[in-house]
Each structure stands twice: as C-alpha cells, then as structure tokens.
C-alpha cells in the first residue's frame, strides 16, 4: 500500500436483519456481509439462486420514487438508495448484500437503521488503497425546473434545494460538506416523505404497498400526520441529500467533487453519473490518501464552524 494511502473498508462479520419492501409490501430477510478487496457493493438474490446484482449506475434500472438495480439475466433489487447512503456514509468500500427477496426492506424510511447495523458488525480496514473518483470539472444535467450538478471541490459535500407546493415542506435548503461524522450527525436519520394526497395514487400504481406512518414521513393538508413529528426541522431536504448521497454511490467509489440538486431526483442523479463517465476529461480515479482528507476534514470542520 502507499504510504500514505487510506485502506478500504468492509464490515467485520456478517449482520442480519428483516424488514419489509415499502413498494413491494413484500417480508425481506437481509444479511450484510464482508467482501474482498476491491469488490464493491454486491446485491445477492438467495432467492434467485445466488444472483448478483452489482452497485453499479450503469445497472441502474428506470422506475419511480425508488432507484432499481438489475443484472443482464433480469435480475432486481430495489430501494437500495438508504442502505448505499449508509455505506457511503460510514465509508465502507466492499460488502455483500444478501436478500431473499425483490427490494432492501424500509426499516423506518431513513439510513440510521443500516448505520446501526454496520457499527454492530464493526468495521475493518482492508490491505489495499481507497478509490474516489475525483471530479476535474462542472458536469451538469436538467430539466424544465430540476437540476443535478457536480463541481470540482476537496472533499464530498452536497447542496440541496426542494420548492413544493404543499405549505409543510415550500422551500428548504441545505448544504453540508459529508464525513462519517456529518453523515450521521446530518442527515443519516431523515426519513423518506410522501403526501398523504398522493398515497392512493401510488397504491393504485402498485407502489407503496409497504408504506406506512412507521417508515415514512406522511404529509396532509400541511401537517405531519406522524406522531413524535419531524427529527429535524428541514427532515425533507435532508432526506433529498441523503438520496443523493446513496445515488452517488454508485459511481462505484467515493467521489470527491461537491454535488448540487435543485428538486432532483432518483433518475436525475443517475442521469448526472452517466453524465460525468461520458466526458473522460470530466473526472480521474484517485486514491484517497491521508494528506488529502486530512485537507478535507480541515475544510470540512471550518465549514461547519462557519455555520455555528
Ligand atoms: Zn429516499
């Protein structure tokens, strides 16, 4: 390894849990795993006979309100977004996801759950050098009143900006520059949000069969039906970068760049991805070394300072 260098990152020992598929209604058993060097997060269908669906934006399949992976057989794995934030979160390069069913259970709607699990198995550090992706230049994508962004920076942040009609959530904002220590601190609690209009709308759809009070924020006539209300006054925004967050992970490694969403959304962000691996001369793979963070973590703490 190079002096220097951080070493990637896996779990200690296998975590499992259960849960169920807000979209799906279906029972989930799901068992983190370690991984091998330079492996990756890997979804394993027990199910399907051992199938593996890479965390990967490229096997990033369309389809609404959740991001989707599928392999070359047809594989899926739904709503994987929350768990690969948690990972992204607390760092953790390899692991393998295994699931005995279509879709990563809800837990309560956010990433504390998964960051609950990874710090029982405990964490640790693998013989090889981290790999980010830096970002060398602005790469951006939009549409009529959405926009994903992605800038050169010395570190992760993310700035998030969301503008609904409904009078509970209007116009919130956030910006925040991403460590373990931040991510947990942050965002990793801010749950998922739906208004309760559109529930019947998304049931009639087949979606959100699993969605209830108990994993979701659920906005009506501008209140916050959930009783205990919300766990951060701008919980909405935060989960938008906690999306985000988890989105971006699927470039395959950490990136160092910061990332900007006005309104964006699961397929935005992928779209943002294919975006900036399309242009070569818009991102370098790097290792991350400790000069660098410690550049970074500098910035970081100045930057949350100047906030205080
Ligand atoms: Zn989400």
Redesign the pocket.
Known sequence: MNLGALPQKTIKAAMPCRGIGVHSGARVAMVLQPAATDSGIVFRRSDRGGACVAAHWRNVQESPL?TTLTNREGVSVATV??LLAAFAGAEIDNAVVELDGPEVPVMD?SAEPFLFLIERAGIVEQDAPRRAIKVLKPVRVADEDCTAALEPDVGFSVSFEIDFSSQRVRRQDIALSIDAETFKADLARAR?FGFLEEVERLRAAGLARGGSLENAVVVSDGKVLNTGGLRYADEFVR??A??AV?DLYLAGGPIIGHFHGVRSGHAMNRRLLEALFADRTAWCRTTLGATEMAEAANWASGARAARA
């Open positions: 959740c977004e929350h709607g998922t989960h938008k906690l999306d988890g």
